[in-house]
């Protein structure tokens, strides 16, 4: 299964969910195998919304996140589809991530418009940020935080990374590892509305420069399990290294840092499948525009942190390929010169400093994994 998916079993892809629909709501499979049914990811029923039930096809990198697609025949895989007992009549249509999908419905919009290109939310984030060449990396911080790694071609992750579709273009597949953090900006989140230790996520930004550091505090931010490179959906948050000493802000500093030490977690485990450790990362989403954590963020990692000029590159991602795929641009070097840094962070801890807070990471984490839990 993760030969040809390059997914890890879990119910975070769509394949179990599917297969427990199919098996669970009344009438499901058998209006399925009748062919009344159709499955896709959310970028599939848009497109069928927007073209009015004329065209069912997704594009390669969603297909790639369904633990269905072959992603090296590039086909769904009649195994997998037997395995979890799906029919293959449910499935879309796969196609390359930029050029003419449809046209929408004259009445949505006033007009019948292209739609021309479709990417999963990190591997349009990957082509927002001019990721274009094999060993560049991006990660985008929101709500959780995904790393990806442009590889070129397919890399089998020895440490528990995902193997994607990173763009598939004039039926050329580049292929990344990617890493997927659950809670991101999430943990945040529930400092101000779980804890009321803030009242806007804004604040963070001038208590992590009073306390300067956490002070040996870490939050594991486990509250739904743990991502990769850990895989752990039985592992649960923890605070740990609390003194009479700790307060607000050095809580709201372990919730920043928690981010930063996960984001080492990716690129140690990237570093390690690829032979090479990448020297710049590529940062984007909401919790970027704080200069605290993108400083931070490079001293953890111990390379050069870019932020763009635009950081809602998944967006900007998804209008590069649909303007690939109506001409108006010709190549992806038209659209990697478009790309901006606004401003660059290096890294500034010293080295048995850096190392020294990340041991204390992997030491509070082992503390939350299911194995390890007493």
Not at 57 to 71: E, G, H, K, P, V
Not at 312 to 328: D, F, I, S, V
Request: net charge negative; hydrophobic share 40%.
């Amino acid at each position: 299964m993760r030969e040809r998916t390059g997914l890890l079993l879990d119910p975070y892809f769509s394949a179990t969910k599917l297969g427990w629909l199919l098996d669970n709501v009344e009438g499901a499979r058998r209006r399925a195998e009748a062919g009344e049914l159709a499955f896709g990811t959310i970028d599939c029923w848009l497109l069928w919304k927007l073209t009015h039930g004329r065209v069912h096809a997704t594009d390669a990198t969603n297909a790639s996140r369904t633990l269905l697609f072959d992603i090296h025949r590039q086909e769904w895989d009649p195994d997998l589809l037997d395995l979890f007992g799906i029919p293959a009549t449910l499935l879309p249509e796969v196609r390359d991530s930029a050029g003419e999908f449809g046209r929408t419905d004259p009445e949505l919009l006033g007009a019948s418009i292209p739609v021309a290109g479709i990417a999963g939310d990190q591997q349009a984030a990957l082509v927002g940020q001019a990721c274009f060449e094999p060993g560049m990396v991006k990660s985008t911080y929101g709500t959780g935080c995904f790393m990806v790694m442009n590889t070129g071609q397919a890399v089998v992750s020895e440490n528990r990374l995902l193997t994607t579709v990173g763009y598939r273009l004039n039926g050329k597949t580049s292929y990344a590892l990617e890493g997927s953090i659950f809670v991101a900006g999430a943990a945040i989140q529930w400092l101000r509305d779980g804890l009321n230790l803030i009242s806007h996520a804004s604040e963070t930004e001038a208590l992590a420069r009073r306390a300067g550091s956490a002070g040996g505090v870490y939050l594991v931010p486990a509250f739904t399990g743990l991502g990769a490179p850990w895989w752990d959906p039985h592992a649960r948050g923890a605070l740990l290294g609390l003194t009479r000493d700790t307060g607000i802000a050095e809580v709201v500093t372990a919730g920043l840092e928690a981010v930063c030490y996960q984001s080492r977690d990716l690129l140690e485990a990237m570093a390690a499948d690829c032979g090479q450790r990448p020297t710049t990362l590529r940062v984007d989403g909401g919790m970027v525009v704080n200069n605290w954590l993108g400083q931070t963020l490079s001293d953890v990692l111990g390379v050069r942190v870019d932020r763009p000029r635009v950081t809602e590159t998944t967006a900007l991602g998804a209008a590069y390929l649909a303007g690939l795929g109506c001409g108006l641009f010709g190549s992806l070097e038209d659209i990697a010169g478009q790309w901006q840094c606004e401003r660059a962070f290096e890294p500034a801890l010293p080295e048995p400093e850096r190392q020294r807070r990340y041991q204390g990471w992997r030491e509070a984490v082992q503390r939350v994994c299911s194995d390890n839990r007493q």
